[in-house]
Nanobody
Framework: QVQLVESGGGLVQPGGSLRLSCAAS????????MGWYRQAPGKQRELVAT???????NYADSVKGRFTISRDNAKKTVYLQMNSLKPEDTALYYC?????????WGQGTQVTVSS
């Protein structure tokens, strides 16, 4: 069974930065397109960024130019570098494979952007 463990969230002021990590276990990680998702209170979960096994990335318009997704297949880990954070980035952040059949969601990591 695949286990996903997200970390790196926290409280940051507007304009600040955070780096999220997501470690996967129990899977052949390198073959999958991986994504970061987020869910704000009262809103649906949304896709923020994806990265293919070859390193091709794609971003939601709301984070383009501010967030960078990357991966280390040897460590079975995907990262999300978040710069120039805004209050509207406040959410619970998750990772998962970008597929119609996703793995069980991890616990997520909370990002709060507030002064």
């Amino acid at each position: 069974q695949v286990q996903l463990v997200e970390s790196g969230g926290g409280l940051v002021q507007p304009g600040g930065s955070l780096r999220l990590s997501c470690a996967a276990s129990g899977t052949l990680f390198s073959i999958y397109v991986m994504g970061w998702y987020r869910q704000a209170p009262g809103k649906q979960r949304e896709l923020v960024a994806t990265i293919t096994n070859g390193g091709t990335t794609n971003y939601a318009d709301s984070v383009k130019g501010r967030f960078t997704i990357s991966r280390d297949n040897a460590k079975k880990t995907v990262y999300l570098q978040m710069n120039s954070l805004k209050p509207e980035d406040t959410a619970l952040y998750y990772c998962n494979k970008e597929s119609s059949s996703r793995w069980t969601w991890g616990q997520g990591t909370q990002v709060t952007v507030s002064s």
